[in-house]
Antibody
Framework: EVQLVQSGAEVKRPGESLKISCKGSGYTFTNYWIVWVRQMPGKGLESMGIIYPGDSDTRYNPSFQGQVTISADKSITTAYLHWSSLKASDTAMYYC?????????WGQGTLVTVSS | QSVLTQPPSASGTPGQTVTISCSGRSSNIGGNTVNWCQQLPGTAPKLLIYNDYQRPSGVPDRFSGSKSGTSASLAISGLQSEDEADYYCATWDDSLKGPVFGTGTKVTVL
């Protein structure tokens, strides 16, 4: 069974760093893209960027370029989303999803709250 | 900012048919397959339609997808109360070199 399991909810202060994770199982992790998706409170889905764990090819949506870093460790079948300095506006639900010409599997989501 | 445009809302009574549109351009819908995701309140999105019109196993045949040129549509026939959700179209964008979502449509069952 294909599963994407994300790390738990986080509460952080502005300026702090954070890395959240998405562990894939039940399929060949290196053969499928992983996408990170942001959903701000009461808003729609936004594709932040995409990584191919097989060769770490990474592409960012221009709106998120320079704001976050996407990485993957294929040895532990896990993808990551990292912020070096959080802002209040980063408060959102973050999902990872497997992309194979469609978003066929989704993680359960990680709620990130940034507040002073 | 989404590159695919959907109506913000749609509604119908039980048993009716609701249709949601998704408008894009040649770099996305015009050259790539479209998928649709359903997001029930408080839950993660779920794949509803892929390859323009195909349904994953377990998705009722009340849900159907179509595409023509740079637009796609999702139809929900025999509307049921459990269909109240947000619906998003998605596809690859050749210019952005990544997947993109529609603006999302909230379906209400009256």
């Amino acid at each position: 069974e294909v599963q994407l399991v994300q790390s738990g909810a986080e509460v952080k202060r502005p300026g702090e760093s954070l890395k959240i994770s998405c562990k894939g199982s039940g399929y060949t992790f290196t053969n499928y893209w992983i996408v990170w998706v942001r959903q701000m409170p009461g808003k729609g889905l936004e594709s932040m960027g995409i990584i191919y764990p097989g060769d770490s090819d990474t592409r960012y949506n221009p709106s998120f370029q320079g704001q976050v870093t996407i990485s993957a460790d294929k040895s532990i079948t896990t993808a990551y989303l990292h912020w070096s300095s959080l802002k209040a506006s980063d408060t959102a639900m973050y999902y990872c999803a497997r992309w194979s010409r469609q978003f066929d599997y989704w993680g359960q989501g990680t709620l990130v709250t940034v507040s002073s | 900012q989404s590159v695919l445009t959907q109506p913000p809302s749609a509604s119908g009574t039980p048993g009716q048919t609701v249709t949601i549109s998704c408008s894009g351009r040649s770099s996305n819908i015009g050259g790539n397959t479209v998928n649709w995701c359903q997001q029930l309140p408080g839950t993660a999105p779920k794949l509803l339609i892929y390859n323009d019109y195909q349904r994953p196993s377990g998705v009722p045949d009340r849900f159907s997808g179509s595409k023509s040129g740079t637009s796609a549509s999702l139809a929900i026939s025999g509307l049921q109360s459990e269909d109240e959700a947000d619906y998003y179209c998605a596809t690859w964008d050749d210019s952005l070199k990544g997947p993109v979502f529609g603006t999302g449509t909230k379906v209400t069952v009256l």
